[in-house]
């Protein structure tokens, strides 16, 4: 049963099927940004300063872009990892997501057509999905103590009290 509209539930285990994936879809979409704002040149402006909405969508186009360039050389580095190509401290040291671009000006997005607007925040909802990826699957070696070792210590404080 598909979980669609559902968060993705907290786990530090990737895979190299979810990596694979993921990574497939990445590519769909990297693409159709790429065709999306090729064509977007022939598009009719919904402005009437035509410069406006022209800045704006090279503005949208290099910041849609660059956030998935971002999130396929993540997933190339786990590929890379899975296949044996990298090790894990290289990954950890040199495999980082890059941070998040700054959001989009909402006046600039309101010169785009919706079909762009809706592609842009696919593919913020995607980098998202990565983005939490990482964070827990750094957060799996994080020197975090385990609720065992955590209810260990506040018996053994209590019974230190006594």
Request: aromatic share 8%; with cysteine.
């Amino acid at each position: 049963m598909a979980y669609l509209g559902a968060t993705m539930p907290d786990t530090a285990d990737l895979s190299p099927t979810i990596i694979e994936t993921l990574y497939c879809e990445a590519l769909l979409l990297a693409d159709e940004t790429r065709s999306a704002f090729d064509l977007s040149g022939r598009l009719e402006t919904t402005s009437l300063n035509e410069d406006l909405a022209r800045v704006a969508l090279s503005c949208e186009a290099l910041r849609t872009t660059t956030r998935m360039m971002h999130a396929i050389a993540w997933l190339l580095n786990q590929r890379a990892y899975f296949s044996g190509e990298l090790s894990e401290f290289q990954l950890r040291r040199y495999g980082r997501l890059a941070p998040p671009q700054a959001a989009s000006d909402g006046q600039q997005l309101a010169l785009l057509p919706a079909h762009l607007l809706d592609l842009s925040e696919r593919t913020a909802r995607f980098y998202a999905r990565i983005e939490r990826l990482d964070m827990a699957w750094r957060g799996r070696f994080s020197m975090q103590p385990t609720a065992v070792h955590r209810l260990r210590d506040r018996l053994g404080a209590a019974v230190m009290a006594f």
